[in-house]
């Protein structure tokens, strides 16, 4: 299915936002007047609670409570408490799912752990199976794993993967959502067919979380990550998330055996006796102001709930990347962006991706084009080598911003904006 609206004029987008019954949710959000967002996928912008809540926790909480708040503010639950409300989003049961650490720690752990369950039961199996294109931080952690357990990673293309799930594949590990390209593997069949060929799988929910209803119980997932910071609109580097179905939960302990993952932490025994359930994958003491922060980013997307929730806000999203490959297409035709995201919508995730091909108009010129929309306030990223990346968070994007978006590349592209020496010069962080 390819969805298509067509929204010939600027009017039509403002009229499409009259309609928008979550519309609403944008209120929610400080945003810069100047500026149309469109990065939510890497960092999501900040709820207007969000500085509020941090100064309480700082002045009151730690300022006055001090040591105590730790039982008077809640402190030690806040990892249980938060997962319990990101389980609601990726359909997980209460109890099952935690917030610790960064999605690459996490995946160490819920890596770990398929792993060794998979050897107690088959040691033939020696393969982790993943995407070529995946996040380099899953790849780097997977590799180093199957160093550790005398394993191979082996990387394919998307298309390849269904071929590779066989007697020798341990586990499957995938990003849901490609971080490049935004096409969404079907996780309940991939999850199945690892299933009939033996393995377990594990799968990363960074650009999935917030961005699309997840049904993890109902797809038979094995283990996953997620990550706080985008979609979830947690704050700068915020506290990412694990889950591991109940039937693998206390299977193994987790490599990272920290004392808050222990059965009974404040009694200080010298030997390691892991908590039942998900929470033996918790390790050190929790990041209390980040997930504080990250409770505010979490209630901005469950504020959807009761205008219908992920359903509502996917359709949102589809219908904004919709309009945005179709005004691109229409109105840049001839620049050399190819779209790199899949047009059927049940495949894209909430971004859009164009290929900028090099050898037009004298360049590669991919990053340059990014930086120029950037400064006209159109705020996307750039993926070396070619891709420019533009996220849509529906809680907060109209559709005139869309209209707007277009016209700002148009207008770089048409002037060759982007050519100008200021935008050639290369940041550490694209
Ligand atoms: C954003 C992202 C990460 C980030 O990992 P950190 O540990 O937070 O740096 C990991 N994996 C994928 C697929 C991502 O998109």
Redesign the pocket.
């Given at each position: 299915m390819t969805d298509s609206i067509t929204c010939v004029t600027r009017n039509d987008c403002v009229q499409l936002d009259a309609q928008d019954a979550l519309a609403p949710l944008r209120h929610q959000f400080s945003l810069p007047d100047s500026v149309i967002y469109l990065d939510g996928?890497?960092l999501g912008v900040l709820p207007k609670t969000a500085a509020a809540r941090a100064a309480q926790v700082v002045t009151e909480e730690w300022g006055v409570g001090l040591i105590r708040s730790w039982n008077t503010a809640g402190w030690i639950a806040l990892p249980q408490r938060i997962g319990n409300k990101i389980a609601r989003l990726v359909g997980a049961g209460e109890g099952e799912l935690v917030v610790a650490?960064?999605?690459?720690?996490?995946?160490f752990k819920v890596l770990s752990a398929a792993l060794r369950i998979i050897q107690t039961d088959a040691n033939q199996r020696k393969v982790i199976l993943s995407e070529r294109s995946?996040?380099?931080?899953?790849l780097y952690i997977a590799e180093s794993l199957a160093q550790q357990h005398g394993m191979t990673l082996k990387l394919v293309d998307a298309d390849e993967i269904t071929a590779h799930l066989n007697d020798k594949l341990a586990v499957l590990m995938l990003?849901q959502?490609?971080?490049r390209t935004g096409r969404v593997h079907d996780m309940a069949v991939l999850t199945a067919a690892a299933h009939q060929a033996g393995a377990l799988t594990v799968w990363?929910l960074?650009?999935s979380a917030g961005a699309l209803p997840v049904d993890l119980i109902g797809s038979g997932a094995d283990f996953a990550?997620g990550?706080?910071?985008?979609y979830l609109n947690g704050g700068p580097?915020a506290p990412?998330f694990v889950w591991a179905h109940p039937r693998h939960a206390e299977r193994f302990w987790q490599p990272l055996a920290g004392w808050l993952g222990h059965a009974a932490p404040f009694e200080f025994t010298s030997d390691y006796r892991p908590a039942p359930g998900i929470n033996r994958y918790l390790c050190g003491t929790p990041p209390v102001i980040s997930l504080a922060v990250l409770e505010c980013g979490l209630d901005s997307v469950l504020a959807a709930e009761p205008l219908g929730g992920m359903p509502a806000l996917r359709a949102k999203s589809l219908a904004l990347t919709a309009l945005f490959i179709e005004l691109v297409e229409a109105r840049c035709a001839g620049h050399g962006l190819t779209l790199a995201t899949p047009r059927a919508s049940e495949q894209r995730g909430s971004q859009v991706s164009f290929a900028r091909d090099t050898g037009v108009d004298g360049g590669e010129g991919g990053y340059a084009i990014m930086q120029a929309l950037i400064a006209r306030g159109v705020i996307g990223d750039f993926r070396a080598p070619d891709i420019l990346r533009f996220g849509f968070t529906p809680l907060y994007l109209r559709f005139v911003d869309v209209w707007d978006a277009v016209e700002h590349l148009v207008q770089v592209m048409q002037t060759s904006e982007w050519k100008q020496a200021r935008f050639q010069v290369r940041s550490s962080v694209t």
């Open positions: 996928n890497s650490d960064s999605t690459s720690v996490n995946l995946n996040f380099p931080t899953d990003t959502v490609n971080y990363d960074a650009h990550v990550c706080g910071y985008k580097g990412a």
